[in-house]
């Protein structure tokens, strides 16, 4: 049963360990560069690799890939080891690409003297041109062959500064013919004058992705380099690279592919995140619409209903869309086992029950998770003024309207039996109040006849008095279009969803007066909502998580 469940990748690695592979052999890595936060997409990879991982109990690095000073920051380091942790995941080694500059220079140069890499002092125009098509071979440089000596010496003189910004680049020498266009003596090093947020100004050379990934996974001893399908063709360089390298007492690393992970209505992508962040669509990479992990935490996902949807879109061969209404699918699930129940109401209308004593009031047992009988019970107030939500009252209405109308009865959640006798308009014809009459004999839990009596509708209220105040942030989706960044003449910042923020005042039972930020609860008939990390003392802030059902589904 359990071999079923395996995926192709897992697959690999099993017939790797049938193959001659020891267990002790596996290592894995997840590889992100740190030039903005991770994503869902990400999330996808981490599970993968992490999950190899555990399943085989292997070492899983977490490598910054940080060859390139001008896009990377610490502060996006340290954003993915936040959010790899709160995944529920932890690496064995942290590593960097940078940490072995030293290592991969010496390596150059000894392809240098092998006479397989030359130093190309053509500008990247020049270079482009002689690349040829996929159907023509290129040209040769006529930096090809100079000699091993004037290579090695240019080489450090790239290193020592000694020249500008494109001014040369490090070039593998392997075939201008080659059908595969990656194979065309691919560029190693180019000269960036630009501080690293490692290692400073210590180099002045930086190593290209290709001559950098595949060496790490070798320093590293990583056995199986798992990297999306846009890599497929890199893998022969990839492999070529190691074949200048590998030491037959070393393992040497394995690339496979596997389908980059796309959800529908956003975009994954750093560099379209970037733009949404840097342009003020969003309050920043945390913003609780973005699809980013630290955005997801914000807006009260968990991380086992992240981990949970990419299970079971798991690991696929082709690229495709998923439908976000999966990933809320799962959150909604995970939540509705431990988010306790409260009441809240969104969009207030008075109701004033006419024959409850006035000034009195009393307290209400309310369970607090049906799903969950350790979770215990609290208590709710109750008195003659109470909100409801406006879109519960009608003044008439056809007998599918199990809510409160005119005439007929609803129960009030954890308390009475209510009937409408009579409702006050403003000016515009707008109902401002509800006159009701209550039954006191129907108290929810009171184990008397009128308690158990069967009414059609059930509503979420809180009492007037005793309610707090504080704003609820609604969210809808940030983009209109659910590929926003497929259209060929379009621009994918044209289907920026204007009103995918709304901010309202909401009035909550007084029992969520000491709720914390980061806290999930579910406001009963309204949805998930968690504290935001805005609130204040003086002020709650809560983000709606999703909404109870699918809305969207019609
Ligand atoms: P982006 O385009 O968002 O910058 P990237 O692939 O350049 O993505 P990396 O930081 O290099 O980002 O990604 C780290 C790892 O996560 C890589 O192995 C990459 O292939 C994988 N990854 C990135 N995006 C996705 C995705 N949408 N689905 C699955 N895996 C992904
Ligand atoms: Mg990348
Ligand atoms: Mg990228």
Redesign the pocket.
């Known amino acids: 049963e359990e071999e079923k469940s395996l995926n192709f990748i897992e697959h690999i690695v099993e017939d790797d360990l049938k193959d001659g592979y020891a267990k002790d052999d596996l290592r894995f890595r997840?590889?992100?560069?740190?030039?903005?936060y991770?994503?869902?997409?990400?999330a996808?990879?981490?599970c993968?690799n992490f999950g190899l991982g555990l399943r085989y109990d292997a070492p899983v690095n977490l490598r910054f890939?940080d060859t390139n000073p001008a896009k990377e920051e610490s502060e996006y380091v340290e954003a993915i080891k936040k959010d790899v942790k709160w995944l529920g995941y932890s690496w064995d080694t942290e590593c960097y690409a940078s940490d072995y500059f030293g290592q991969l220079y010496e390596w150059a140069v000894a392809l240098i003297k092998k006479g397989k890499a030359y130093v190309d002092s053509q500008t990247s125009e020049e270079i482009a041109k002689q690349k040829g098509t996929p159907t023509e071979p290129g040209t040769e440089s006529p930096f090809r062959n100079r000699s091993v000596e004037e290579n090695l010496q240019l080489f450090e003189g790239m290193k020592n500064g000694n020249f500008k910004e494109g001014e040369h680049v490090v070039r593998a020498k392997i075939d201008m013919a080659s059908s595969n266009m990656l194979m065309r003596d691919p560029i190693m090093y180019r000269i960036l004058h630009k501080a690293h947020h490692r290692t400073n100004t210590d180099w002045c050379i930086y190593p290209m992705y290709d001559w950098t990934h595949g060496e790490s996974d070798y320093i590293e001893q990583v056995s199986h380099s798992?990297?999306?399908l846009?890599?497929l063709p890199h893998r022969e360089l990839y492999d070529w690279f190691l074949d200048q390298l590998v030491d037959s007492k070393m393992l040497r690393p394995k690339q496979r592919e596997?389908?980059?992970?796309?959800l529908s209505h956003t975009v994954?992508?750093?560099?379209?995140?970037l733009q949404l962040v840097e342009s003020g669509v969003v309050s920043g990479w945390d913003d609780p619409r973005m699809p980013t992990i630290s955005g997801l935490r914000r807006r009260g996902y968990t991380p086992e209903s992240i981990r949970n949807f990419a299970d079971t879109i798991g690991i696929a061969k082709r690229e495709n869309v998923v439908d976000v209404s999966l990933l809320e699918f799962h959150v909604r699930e995970h939540l509705n086992k431990i988010a306790p129940r409260v009441m809240a109401v969104l969009n207030p209308l008075k109701v004033v029950i006419t024959n409850y004593v006035e000034g009195s009031e009393e307290q209400l047992d309310a369970e607090n998770n049906p799903e969950d009988a350790a979770a215990g019970s609290r208590q709710v107030p109750f008195s003659r003024e109470i909100y409801i939500e406006k879109e519960d009252f009608r003044e008439e209405a056809n007998r599918k309207f199990f809510r409160l109308k005119l005439g007929g009865e609803v129960r009030l959640k954890n308390g009475y039996i209510i009937k409408a006798e009579s409702c006050t308009k403003d000016e515009d014809g707008n109902v401002v109040e509800v006159q009701c009459t209550f039954d006191p004999k129907s108290k929810s839990g009171s184990g008397t006849e009128e308690s158990l009596r069967k009414v059609k509708g059930t509503l979420h209220w809180v009492s007037i008095p005793h309610a707090i105040e504080a704003e609820i942030r609604l969210y809808d989706r940030l983009f209109s279009d659910p590929t926003p960044d497929a259209h060929k003449d379009r621009d994918f910042m044209d289907f920026v969803n204007a009103d995918s923020l709304k901010r309202i005042t909401g009035y909550l039972e007084p029992s969520l007066k000491s709720a914390q930020i980061g806290e999930r609860y579910q406001f009963q008939r309204l949805g998930y909502f968690n504290v935001d990390e805005d609130s204040t003392h003086e002020k709650l802030v809560f983000n709606r998580t999703v909404t109870l059902r699918d809305t969207w589904a019609k």
């Open positions: 997840f590889p992100p560069e740190p030039n903005g991770l994503h869902i997409g990400h996808s990879s981490i993968l890939d798992l990297c999306t846009e890599f596997f389908a980059r992970r796309n994954v992508s750093k560099r379209k995140l």
